[in-house]
């Protein structure tokens, strides 16, 4: 195993898109920001400098950091933030794990711009469980905003009222030629004909769920969230925010140019947002002026797509990537997901709009939440998150027949060293129905149910799926239904856990985990790094 540097400079740069230029904030001037490569097994030192006059963190999404809170990133979360003219040396090892993931700032809204992918080599000498591919490339998706989005953000919380809708979408930081002022803001991977690409298509997006194709091309999913799958072949995937997905791509077509497209997926009447980022499939020695073939996507509402899509995802689950889903269970949870009102005297109407779990609403602290429980500092938080929701109602059915009314604290859920955890996330009609991509810090976890409707605990349990579910770390919760996941808390910190649409995040839908130390002299949180910002 190797030690891995890098260098991250917050920096504010000028870049234009869209026929604007603006200043955003990025690593190294880079937007997207760099490719982190490294090896199962390495360790990796990112000393980040803040030269930017936003308060910083990064997140890397995805990794484990067993008993390594302390990199996990999360403003307020794990760590204080990294002032302006400060360092911070995120210090981890890349153990058990290999595909792809991705960093991004988890401060306010600023992984807008500042993002990044992670690349994990298996180790050595360990081919992938897929045929060797010719080559491979990245695919973030992301959004571009004309306005600062930080200043949309002020807006939003004043208002209790949702920012408006990004001005586009990109791939690689290009939103592609259907957008004005982007010919030259177009991503190309040129292709071979007859040879296989991997492609790391990352969803960096704020606040969509993508759908994504290439004309005329197959993709085969081979991995999600850095977890091997069962092969399968599709036209279109579909993605959400802070989830990964690795396909394969034959360019088995007449030499030409292709369209890759992506769109987002809404299936709530609220909003209709059918800005289509593109870029190009290239076949080596095809001049520009060839015009590319449209790639066909489903249609934005295609909820049925969404469902059967995500029920082909399986765990490999060969002889050397066995799929250890938790058989029996030790804690049973149950979170409702709804939006709500709590009253706000400098609001308008008085009141402003709130997404809870069970009805809470949560508040960020002031200080990092891994460090009170490290040092056990009183009054930062609680451990008294109900398991369950204060009064069961009919979740799904029209019309409402819950209370909107909801609490804020910083409340959390304490989980016992090495037990196993169900946590069914259960989507309400509470204001709207809306599906929500829920993310897992410092774990993977098993998806062994989901459908439409209430979840029903004497009847769906018996379907679910116990032997190759998917495995990863940010799942979506189905517009009007539920997910359930399973995963053994055997890493000891604290742990976020929140939709990862920045608008619902924004509003409170979060909380953590407090998984506490095992009884080992190797099972218990590490010391915290010297540089550890301050709070
Ligand atoms: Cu990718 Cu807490 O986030």
């Not at 190797?2 to 230029?21: E, G, M």
């Not at 742990?495 to 099972?523: N, Y």
């Amino acid at each position: 195993a190797a030690t891995k540097q890098y260098q991250f400079d917050i920096q504010v740069k000028n870049v234009s898109r869209l026929c604007h230029a603006k200043p955003i904030v990025t690593v190294n001037g880079r937007f997207p920001g760099p490719t982190i490569y490294v090896r199962e097994g390495d360790r990796v030192l990112v000393n980040v400098t803040n030269h930017a006059k936003y308060n910083m963190s990064i997140h890397w999404h995805g990794l484990k950091q067993y008993r390594n809170g302390w990199a996990d990133g999360p403003a307020y979360i794990t760590q204080c933030p990294i002032q302006t003219g400060s360092s911070y040396t995120y210090d981890f090892n890349v153990t058990g794990q290999r595909g792809t993931l991705w960093w991004h700032a988890h401060i306010l809204w600023l992984r807008a711009t500042v993002y990044g992918a992670i690349v994990i080599m298996p180790k050595q000498g360990t081919p992938f469980p897929f045929p060797q591919p010719y080559g491979e490339t990245e695919i973030i998706l992301g959004e571009w905003w004309n306005v600062d989005v930080e200043e949309v953000v002020k807006k939003g919380n004043n208002m209790g009222l949702p920012p408006n809708t990004s001005d586009a979408h990109t791939i690689n930081g290009k939103p592609g030629p259907l957008f004005p002022c982007s010919e030259k803001h177009t991503f190309a991977m040129e292709v071979e004909q007859g040879k296989t690409y991997l492609l790391r298509i990352i969803n960096a997006a704020l606040n969509d769920e993508l759908f994504f194709a290439i004309a005329g091309h197959n993709l085969t999913v081979v991995e999600v969230d850095a977890v091997y799958t069962k092969p399968f072949t599709t036209q279109s995937i579909l993605i959400a925010p802070g989830q990964t997905t690795n396909v394969l791509v034959q360019a088995y077509q007449a030499p030409g140019r292709y369209f890759m497209a992506a769109r987002p997926f809404m299936d709530v009447p609220l909003a209709v947002d059918n800005k289509t980022a593109t870029a190009i499939l290239q076949y080596r020695g095809i001049p520009n002026t060839v015009l590319p073939l449209l790639a066909q996507l489903p249609a934005s509402n295609d909820s049925a797509f969404a469902l059967s899509y995500n029920k082909k995802l399986r765990s490999l689950n060969s002889p050397r990537f066995p799929a250890n889903v938790p058989l029996k269970v030790d804690r049973k949870l149950f979170y409702t997901v709804g939006f709500g009102k709590d009253s706000c005297p400098t609001c308008v109407n008085g009141t402003r709009l709130v997404a809870s779990l069970n009805n809470i609403s949560f508040e960020m602290p002031h200080i990092g939440l891994l460090q009170a429980h490290y040092f056990n500092i009183k009054g930062v938080f609680r451990t008294d998150f109900p398991d369950r929701p204060p009064t069961p109602f009919n979740y799904t059915g029209a019309p409402l027949t819950a209370s909107l009314g909801t609490l804020t604290g910083t409340r959390l859920s304490k989980i016992a060293f090495n037990s196993t955890v169900e946590l069914v996330l259960q989507d309400t009609n509470l204001l709207t129905v809306e599906s929500h991509p829920f993310h897992l810090h410092g774990y993977n976890f098993f998806v062994v149910g989901t459908d439409i409707g209430n979840f029903n605990p004497s009847k769906d349990p018996a379907k679910f799926n116990l032997v190759d579910p998917v495995e990863r770390n940010t799942v979506g919760v189905p517009t009007g239904g539920w997910t359930a996941i399973r995963f053994r808390a055997d890493n000891p910190g604290v742990w976020f856990m929140h939709c990862h649409l920045e608008l619902h995040t924004g509003w409170g839908l979060k909380t953590a985990f407090v998984v506490e130390d095992g009884p080992g002299s190797d099972q218990t949180v590490l010391p915290p790094p010297k540089d550890l910002p301050p709070c």
